[in-house]
C-alpha cells in the first residue's frame, strides 16, 4: 500500500535536491575557472596572415601584442581586432583561436586612392572604399595620387566624383590633381599644367554632363586661338563658360551641336 509523502518531507527533499545542483554547477564553475588559468593557456603566439605590402608581420605583433588581454578562454575577439586595425595601413583584422594557446589573424592592408586634406588642413588618405585613413604619407610611393579636400564626411563622394570626371577631361591631355568642394559645396578642379575648372554646385550626374559639354566644345574655341594654352575656364554660368587662355579673357557660348545634313529627298519619277 502506498502512502503519500507528508508535504514537509516533500519539501525538504526538493529543497536538498536543488542544494545539490547549486553546488554541482559552481563547482563546475570552479573547475572551469581553475582550467582556464592553467599556464597551458596563457597565448604563446600569434599567427599573422594576409597580403601584406606595407607592414612587416614584426612591426604589427609589436603594435598590437601589448594591447592584448587575456589568454586562450578569456581573451575578448573583438578588443582583440581592434588592437590589430590600430596598426597603421590596417583596414580590417580577423581574429580567431586556435587551440590550445594561439591566435589565427588574417590581415587586410589599405590601398590608398587619393590624398585627403580635411577642412582644418590635416591631410590624411583615401582607401578605393572611400574610406579616410590615418598612415605614413611618405610610405605612399604613388606620386600620381589625386589630392582631394571637402567637408568632413565627403571623401567617398568626392572619390566618386573624382572617378566619374577623370575619363571625361582625358581629351585635354591633363590629369585631375586636385578636386576640392568648397563649404558652399562648389566644385573645383585642378588639372595637370596649372588649368584649373570652376565646375559649380549640383549633383554628380549635373556635374558630369557640364564637363562632358565643356570638354566636347573647347577644342572650337582654342582653335581660334592657336598656340595658347588654357589656365582657367568657369563652368557656372548657364549655358556658357568663362576662359581665361594665355593673354586672352573671354566668355564663350559654347557652339551648338553640329546636327547631320537631313539625306537628300529622292527626285520622283515622271510617268
Request: glycine share 6%; charged share 20%.
Amino acid at each position: 500500500m502506498n502512502m503519500a509523502l507528508p508535504n514537509d518531507v516533500r519539501l525538504t527533499n526538493a529543497v536538498a535536491n536543488t542544494v545539490f545542483v547549486l553546488a554541482g554547477l559552481v563547482l563546475a564553475a570552479a573547475l572551469v575557472a581553475w582550467v582556464a588559468r592553467l599556464p597551458m593557456f596563457a597565448l604563446r603566439g600569434i599567427v599573422v596572415d594576409g597580403e601584406l605590402s606595407r607592414s612587416s608581420v614584426a612591426t604589427i605583433r609589436a603594435n598590437a601584442a601589448p594591447q592584448l588581454q587575456g589568454n586562450f578562454f578569456t581573451i575578448n575577439l573583438a578588443a582583440a581586432r581592434a588592437a590589430f586595425e590600430t596598426v597603421p595601413w590596417v583596414r580590417q583584422a580577423i581574429v580567431r583561436r586556435v587551440w590550445p594557446n594561439r591566435l589565427a589573424v588574417t590581415l587586410t592592408e589599405h590601398e590608398a586612392a587619393a590624398f585627403w586634406e580635411n577642412e582644418e588642413g590635416d591631410e590624411r588618405l583615401v582607401n578605393v572604399q572611400g574610406d579616410v585613413f590615418e598612415a605614413n604619407l611618405g610610405d605612399v610611393e604613388d606620386e600620381g595620387l589625386p589630392r582631394l579636400s571637402g567637408p568632413d564626411g565627403s571623401a567617398a563622394q568626392m572619390l566618386s566624383l573624382y572617378r566619374r570626371l577623370q575619363p571625361l577631361l582625358a581629351p585635354l591631355q591633363a590629369d585631375v590633381t586636385a578636386l576640392r568642394q568648397s563649404r558652399r559645396g562648389s566644385i573645383r578642379a585642378e588639372l595637370e599644367g596649372g588649368a584649373t575648372l570652376e565646375i559649380g554646385r549640383g549633383t554628380e550626374d549635373a556635374l558630369a554632363e557640364r564637363t562632358e559639354r565643356f570638354v566636347r566644345t573647347l577644342p572650337q574655341v582654342l582653335a581660334q586661338y592657336p598656340g595658347r594654352a588654357l589656365q582657367h575656364a568657369d563652368l557656372r554660368h548657364n549655358d556658357a563658360y568663362a576662359l581665361r587662355i594665355e593673354g586672352v579673357s573671354t566668355l564663350v557660348a559654347p557652339p551648338p551641336p553640329v546636327r547631320p545634313k537631313p539625306a537628300p529627298r529622292p527626285a520622283a519619277r515622271q510617268r
